[in-house]
């Protein structure tokens, strides 16, 4: 099996047009970017930290997750206010 990983997301320098092509029958999203792409198309290799269980509904790929994560900060840190059900 092909597997094409994304490793850009949707920062500088990007080919997010090549993924759109589907050159490979599994296209995964890693680093890159770490929120959802908006492209169903693609897996996500994410951890919880990173990408919080609660948050999959907002997610069009599909997750799949790290045993531990691998970065220093999260949701949490980042976007409190995205976890406070009162400021939606």
Do not use: Q
């Amino acid at each position: 099996c092909h597997v094409l990983v994304d490793v850009m997301g949707y920062t500088r320098g990007n080919r997010r047009e090549i993924l759109a092509l589907r050159p490979a029958p599994v296209l995964l999203a890693f680093k890159g970017y770490m929120s959802t792409t908006g492209a169903p198309h693609l897996a996500l290799a994410s951890d919880i930290v990173s990408t919080p269980p609660e948050f999959l509904p907002f997610y069009s790929e599909k997750v799949a997750y790290f045993p531990s994560t691998f970065f220093i900060s999260g949701h949490a840190e980042n976007h409190p206010d995205v976890l406070d059900p009162s400021s939606w």
